[in-house]
């Protein structure tokens, strides 16, 4: 029942921008840390932002700062990540992340859900 479908992706030249989006279903949305990884061939899944459940700290690879902007619509339980000035390296699958760890009186359970991924590819 939980779901993350990404949408967004496609070809552009270098310059260029995309918005990504990933609408999720099926849990608590609000109270999850949404992420975006990427992934290239023979190359280990990177993290490329981050924001907390309220929006209100974002967290940015080095390579991605001043360029690409992660939000967040509770209210509609959607993720983006507006993508600017984009680069042939940012070529690359791009997946949606939900995460959380959720107090049970206890012990502290993971929660850890995934999109599909979305192709991204820069080039003239």
């Known amino acids: 029942q939980v779901q993350l479908v990404e949408s967004g992706g496609g070809l552009v030249q270098p310059g260029g921008s995309l918005r990504l989006s990933c609408a999720a279903s099926?849990?608590?949305?609000?109270?999850?840390?949404m992420s975006w990884y990427r992934q290239v061939s023979g190359k280990e899944r990177e993290l490329v932002a981050d924001?907390?459940?309220?929006?209100?700290?974002?967290n940015y690879a080095d390579s991605v700062k001043g360029r690409f902007t992660i939000s967040r619509d509770n209210a509609k339980n959607t993720v983006y990540l507006q993508m600017n000035s984009l680069k042939p390296e940012d070529t690359a699958v791009y997946y949606c992340?939900?995460?959380?760890?959720?107090?049970?009186?206890?012990?502290?359970?993971?929660?850890?859900?995934w999109g599909q991924g979305t192709q991204v590819t820069v080039s003239s």
């Open positions: 099926g849990f608590a949305f609000s109270r999850y840390t």
């Open positions: 992340n939900a995460n959380n760890l959720i107090w049970t009186g206890s012990y502290l359970k993971k929660y850890d859900y």
């Open positions: 924001i907390t459940s309220a929006g209100g700290t974002t």
